[in-house]
């Protein structure tokens, strides 16, 4: 069967070219198409199906079979092509194994070179965690320090306290200069809560306590208490100083009963000073031991 091809529509072919043609045409049913160029497929942003819709099968006069058998054999002479390449060039792939001896050297250098900075490695972070371990037993016996400090505060707050309060108290346990210091302060404190002293009441006798006094006798104790709670009430030295403490507690209570008496043997007058001490009692927690006092036990 005969083939001719459709020129490109700027092309001008001769009279005898045509007449040729035409008389080909005769013979066929329709004209065979140009083959596929090979330019496309050596671009590098060769796309398969961008290059197909390129393709005008109405144009080309071709059916989509006789597009597919072309490709194919595009692709088997493309094979073809490379296989005599590497037919042509074997010697040239055998010689280049060769080429490459004595690159083991060069290998074992870069190995050598590895497992010596993975030993740099290992050891820098033996260095930074062993650094890690010291900081954090630093912080640790610092925190340690820190607490012990809040503990040693505490105590010596605890025992000023307790001096004082015995101090107040007229306590024999705070020594003889304490005492006399605590009597001059007692007295001077006396005349205050004489001055200060609510209800009018009578207090010329000498014998009755003084409310104000009671009060802050009363805050002292409990702050005591919430100092020693803090400070934690297991302690050595905490636990070592309650026969202290339970001595002015009862030297407080002592007081407090005696002017619970005083005030209930003023009657009317002594109204308003009896409700004030019987919220001392339950400041400490003594309500029965007010009740007692008040029924005359």
Not at 26 to 49: G, H, Q, V
């Amino acid at each position: 069967m005969s083939r001719f091809y459709f020129s490109s529509p700027s092309s001008n072919p001769a009279d005898g070219d045509s007449d040729i043609d035409f008389n080909l045409a005769l013979d066929d049913d329709l004209p065979y198409p140009e083959p596929i160029s090979r330019d496309p497929f050596l671009s590098p942003n060769f796309i398969p199906s961008a290059y197909l819709s390129s393709l005008n099968v109405r144009t080309r006069h071709q059916t989509l079979e006789d597009l597919r058998a072309e490709l194919r054999q595009r692709s088997q002479d493309l094979s073809k092509e490379l296989l005599d390449l590497v037919n042509s060039n074997y010697q040239d792939f055998l010689g280049l194994g060769g080429s490459l001896k004595g690159g083991e050297e060069k290998v074992e250098e870069v190995r050598v070179g590895l497992l010596g900075f993975q030993r740099g490695v290992r050891e820098l972070r033996g260095l930074v965690g062993e650094r890690r371990r010291e900081v954090e037993g630093l912080l640790k016996e610092r925190e340690e320090l820190w607490r012990e400090r809040q503990v040693a505060r505490g105590l010596l707050d605890v025992d000023a306290r307790l001096v004082e309060l015995e101090e107040k108290l007229m306590l024999q346990s705070a020594g003889k200069k304490n005492a006399i210091d605590a009597e001059a302060d007692n007295d001077s404190e006396s005349e205050e809560d004489d001055d200060e002293d609510e209800e009018g009441v009578d207090a010329a006798d000498g014998t009755f306590v003084p409310l104000k006094r009671l009060q802050r006798h009363t805050q002292r104790y409990l702050c005591l208490l919430e100092v020693m709670e803090r400070v934690g009430p297991e302690h050595p030295f905490i636990k070592a100083q309650d026969a202290r403490i339970m001595r002015a507690r009862n030297t407080l209570l002592l007081d407090l009963s005696t002017a619970l008496k005083q005030a209930r043997g003023l009657g009317e007058a002594g109204r308003g000073q009896l409700m004030k001490l019987l919220v001392l009692f339950r400041d400490l927690d003594e309500e029965k031991e007010a009740v007692k006092v008040l029924k005359g036990h």
